[in-house]
């Protein structure tokens, strides 16, 4: 895992609003709220998967929104950007399919990223 940025140009996470909100709202609130983020997010991922199944493209579209509310909250930028593309992917089932992998990927990523947050 690496934090170096990717072709959106964003890095898995941003270390100064992480060390911002944590010096703000401190290690317990911080390591709850991070405890929390994986499983809202694979849970939308989940969401976006049952939409391209049934093609519908309001939930995927609603899932994309979500995840990007949530990483973006929690300082994860690429995984933000990443679910906004997936959110201009959701009215054409071909291009979301085809972007699935890279969303499931940096979602993956991000989740890693958090860990190392956690135990450093």
Known sequence: MTNIPDETGMPI?????????????????IVELIGMAPDTINTQIDKIK?????GDSD?????AHTIKGSASSMFALR???N??????HSKDMSAAGDYLPTLVQTTEETIAWWNNKLSS
């Open 13 to 29: 996470g941003s270390e100064e609003e992480y060390e911002l909100m944590k010096s703000q709202i401190g290690d317990e609130v």
């Open 50 to 54: 049952e939409g391209l199944s049934s």
């Open 59 to 63: 939930l995927i579209y609603q899932a």
């Open 79 to 81: 995984l933000a950007e």
């Open 83 to 88: 679910a906004k593309i997936m959110e201009s």
